[in-house]
């Protein structure tokens, strides 16, 4: 599976940005999709994602309420609506791909894809 994002750059606090992953490599109804974020200097930590039907979300306390992870299975890509955009949201953001049945969503260790991420910078 090939994951490219897209859809990164600066914003002022209190914006809004959406990101998109495209795939390709596989059906891309038979994978589970997340988004991971990386500040410089922290650990990669789980942001968002969603089931293979779409029916199922998960999001990081962090992100609840601002936040929405949505796929179009038609057009092999999934988004990431992020609204009232803080500092802290500051990071590279990795979109990432996963083919097992069962699945931990908000676990890192379950994508076996990944892409190369894009910058996320959000301005005081």
């Known amino acids: 599976v090939q994951l490219v994002e897209s859809g990164g750059g600066l914003v002022q606090a209190g914006g809004s940005l959406r990101l998109s992953c495209a795939a390709s490599?596989?059906?891309?109804?038979?994978?589970?999709m997340g988004w991971f974020r990386q500040a410089p200097g922290k650990e990669r930590d789980f942001v968002a994602a969603?089931?293979?039907?779409?029916?199922?979300?998960s999001y990081a306390d962090s992100v609840k309420g601002r936040f929405t992870i949505s796929r179009d299975n038609a057009k092999n890509t999934v988004y990431l609506q992020m609204n009232s955009l803080k500092p802290e949201d500051t990071a590279v953001y990795y979109c990432?791909?996963?083919?097992?049945?069962?699945?931990?969503?908000?676990?890192?260790?379950?994508?076996?894809?990944w892409g190369q991420g894009i910058q996320v910078t959000v301005s005081s």
């Open positions: 969603i089931s293979r039907s779409g029916g199922i979300t």
């Open positions: 490599g596989r059906t891309f109804s038979s994978i589970s």
């Open positions: 990432a791909a996963s083919g097992r049945v069962r699945v931990a969503l908000a676990s890192a260790g379950t994508y076996d894809y």
